[in-house]
Antibody
Framework: EVQLVQSGAEVKKPGESLKISCKGS????????IGWVRQMPGKGLEWMGI????????RYSPSFQGQVTISADKSISTAYLQWSSLKASDTAMYYC????????????WGQGTMVTVSS | QSVLTQPPSVSGAPGQRVTISCTGS?????????VHWYQQLPGTAPKLLIY???NRPSGVPDRFSGSKSGTSASLAITGLQAEDEADYYC????????????FGTGTKVTVL
């Protein structure tokens, strides 16, 4: 079964750093792009960026460029989303999703990781 | 703010047909890029509903259909059912966004 399993919920303080993970299984992890999507409380989906684990080619939405870092460790089939200094406005649910090979839709989604940033 | 605009809400009685529009521009849908649709049930992760404008993944009922014309795309739900009550999002690539995709603003479907 193709699946993405994300790390658990996090509660952090403003200014702290954080790295959340997304582990793929059941498919060739290095052959498909993995994307990250933000959903703030009660709001819509926002496309953050994607990475190709095979060569770590990474693309960011202009809205998130410089705000987060996307990376991957293909040896353990895991993608990451990290922040160096969290803000309260980073409070959101974050989903990872696998991009399909032909049409580039997100065909498999992780269960989501809730990040809460509060002093 | 998204460059793909959807109506905030649509509603219909069970059995009716509803449509959701996704309006873009010449840098995304109008440039010929594919449109995909997702369904997000309350408290769950999004699920791919339509890919490549009009294709349904295995397991998606044929009550759901997608189309694209010009700078817009549409998702139609025929024979509306209670379990279709959810949020729906379109997605496409936008050449003005440095190689990134964008989601639509989202539409809440309510079954009356």
């Amino acid at each position: 079964e193709v699946q993405l399993v994300q790390s658990g919920a996090e509660v952090k303080k403003p200014g702290e750093s954080l790295k959340i993970s997304c582990k793929g299984s059941g498919y060739s992890f290095t052959s498909y792009w993995i994307g990250w999507v933000r959903q703030m409380p009660g709001k819509g989906l926002e496309w953050m960026g994607i990475i190709y684990p095979g060569d770590s080619d990474t693309r960011y939405s202009p809205s998130f460029q410089g705000q987060v870092t996307i990376s991957a460790d293909k040896s353990i089939s895991t993608a990451y989303l990290q922040w160096s200094s969290l803000k309260a406005s980073d409070t959101a649910m974050y989903y990872c999703a696998k991009r399909s090979g032909t049409y580039y839709a997100f065909d498999i989604w992780g269960q989501g990781t809730m990040v809460t940033v509060s002093s | 703010q998204s460059v793909l605009t959807q109506p905030p809400s649509v509603s219909g009685a069970p059995g009716q047909r509803v449509t959701i529009s996704c309006t873009g521009s010449s840098s995304n849908i109008g440039a010929g890029y594919d449109v995909h649709w997702y369904q997000q049930l309350p408290g769950t992760a999004p699920k791919l509903l339509i890919y490549g404008n009009s294709n349904r993944p295995s397991g998606v009922p044929d009550r759901f259909s997608g189309s694209k014309s010009g700078t817009s795309a549409s998702l139609a739900i025929t024979g509306l059912q209670a379990e279709d009550e959810a949020d729906y999002y379109c997605q496409s690539y936008d050449s003005s966004l440095s190689g990134s995709d964008v989601f639509g603003t989202g539409t809440k479907v309510t079954v009356l």
